[in-house]
């Protein structure tokens, strides 16, 4: 997944995958590995840190940090068919917990079509182009990975 964080006025491009307990993080070309752990522990270079995310803010080992996500680039959650519409693909492996349109529903680009929860986190995948709603492949509590077809808009 691809996110533009915004972080105390400084914006860093960052993509995200989890591996299991692991997320590989790439911070502008740096990468880095965090393990998640119980109690909102992250081990990152070998320290350990208490995080406690909030909507805007995060505390790290006491500290406040302010952030915003300013962007949100799902990779592969769209894809383009041609004159078969688009295939929405979720940014990575997760469980719907949610899911807000139905087939034959028109929908507008950046509606929100499902929540993916992910890496502890609920994600709304949006519409990558206005349409109507083809076929919905997913139910709530159903896995997925990132090859899966979620949604498909015509």
């Known amino acids: 997944m691809r996110v533009l964080i915004e972080i105390e006025g400084e914006e860093y491009e960052c993509v995200l995958q989890r591996e299991g307990d692991v997320v590989k993080i790439d911070v502008g070309g740096t990468p880095f590995e965090a393990k998640l752990g119980e109690g909102g522990v992250v081990t990152l270079g070998g320290k350990p840190f208490q ?11 006491g500290m406040h940090v302010a952030f915003r996500i300013a962007d949100l680039r799902a990779g592969a959650a769209g894809e383009k068919g041609g ?10 492996p997760g469980k719907i917990v949610n899911v807000a349109v139905q087939e034959g ?9 499902l929540i993916l929860e992910a890496m502890k986190m609920q994600n709304e995948i949006p519409a990558p182009a206005a349409g109507v709603v083809k ?12 090859k899966d077809v979620l949604v498909e808009i015509e």
Do not use: Y
């Not at 995080?51 to 080992?61: C, T």
């Not at 076929?135 to 990132?146: I, L, S, T």
């Open 51 to 61: 995080v406690k995310l909030g909507e805007s803010k995060a505390e790290i080992n």
């Open 83 to 92: 004159a078969r519409g688009a295939r929405v693909r979720p940014p990575m």
């Open 135 to 146: 076929k919905v492949h997913v139910k709530p509590g159903q896995n997925v990975e990132g």
């Open 105 to 113: 529903q028109e929908v507008q680009q950046g509606q929100v079509l």
